[in-house]
């Protein structure tokens, strides 16, 4: 059943009518979540998001605002997006740093993954869980990133490597200070 036209919460966000929206869920204003897609309880997603076709949003994740996540992306528990990131078409994201279907676990033993303000994730990337994706990382289409990511730097490859700090769409140069603190190249 979909919930959205009991809950009042949506007034000033648009959730298509083949959506689900599960229990104790707040959506921001200006909010689109499209086609398919599922939000499931304790879940609260930020203001002016766009959630694709077929997007799953799991219990207890946090959104921020002006986050976009295209077609068929999965944000599991532990996963938390804060402001401004965009998810690419099929980037996984997981949450079990080893899953075994015959022995199931606890929510507790779910791993966290932080994608900080700014990052993109590129289609198809994936994001195993118990990582930081730092401010304004750019992960490339197919990455697999195992490890944390600085902020600003361009990731690429299975398992996915930094290959830079430049922007290739905007040409913006970052560099790291002598004390490893990153800063834009003047």
């Known amino acids: 059943m979909n919930l959205m036209h009991e809950q009042k919460v949506y007034k000033d966000a648009f959730v298509h009518e083949s959506s689900y929206i599960d229990n104790n869920v707040k959506i921001g204003a200006g909010t689109k979540i499209w086609f398919f897609s599922h939000v499931q309880d ?14 799953n949003i799991s ?34 994201f997981t949450n079990d740093i080893s899953p075994r279907a015959a022995f199931p676990k606890n ?18 990337a994936t994001i195993v869980c118990g990582h930081t994706i730092g401010s304004c990382a750019l992960i490339g ?18 398992p996915a490597k930094q290959i830079g700090l430049t922007c290739s769409k905007c040409g913006r140069k970052y560099e790291k200070d002598g004390n490893g603190a990153i800063r834009e190249r003047a």
């Open 42 to 55: 304790n879940v609260t997603i930020g203001e002016n998001c766009v959630l694709g076709q077929n997007v």
């Open 59 to 92: 219990s207890n994740v946090m959104v921020g605002n002006n986050v976009k996540i295209q077609n068929n992306v999965s944000v599991y528990s532990g996963v938390e997006l804060e402001d401004n990131v965009f998810c690419g078409p099929s980037c996984a």
């Open 107 to 124: 929510k507790t033993d779910y791993c966290k993954t932080y994608v900080k303000k700014g990052a993109s994730i590129g289609a198809n």
């Open 141 to 158: 289409a197919g990455a697999v990133v195992t490890t944390d990511v600085p902020d600003y730097a361009v990731m690429a490859g299975a």
